[in-house]
């Protein structure tokens, strides 16, 4: 499975992006896809996941409301829409691929591809 992210840059506060993560290989709906960041000196953490088979969607509550994730399984990429954002929305953006069980759905050791990673960042 391969992932290529893609979608960041400069954004002010309050204002809008779209990623999107394209998946090729055996990336298939037998995986969920998920978004990760990480900003600086901080630990990654996960920010929203497309789940496998159903697509239906999970989020962090610090992301909740303002991001929205998404699937096209026909071009086998996710989106993560993101509106609202603030100053520390700024990190890496990256995209993961996993069978993850329901229970680990949130946890970065699940998932098993990354993508290389989207730099977006929030100037105020």
């Known amino acids: 499975v391969q992932l290529q992210a893609s979608g960041g840059g400069l954004v002010q506060a309050g204002g809008s992006l779209r990623l999107s993560c394209a998946a090729s290989g055996r990336a298939d709906s037998s995986y969920s896809i998920a978004w990760f960041r990480q900003a600086p000196g901080k630990e990654r953490e996960f920010v929203a996941g497309?789940?496998?088979?159903?697509?239906?969607?999970y989020y962090a509550d610090s992301v909740k409301g303002r991001f929205a994730a998404s699937r096209d399984n026909a071009k086998n990429t996710v989106y993560l829409q993101m509106n609202s954002l603030k100053l520390e929305d700024t990190a890496v953006y990256y995209c993961a691929a996993g069978r993850v069980i329901m229970s680990t759905r949130r946890d970065r050791s699940a998932y098993n591809y990354w993508g290389q990673g989207t730099l977006v960042t929030v100037s105020s």
């Open positions: 497309t789940w496998r088979t159903t697509g239906n969607t």
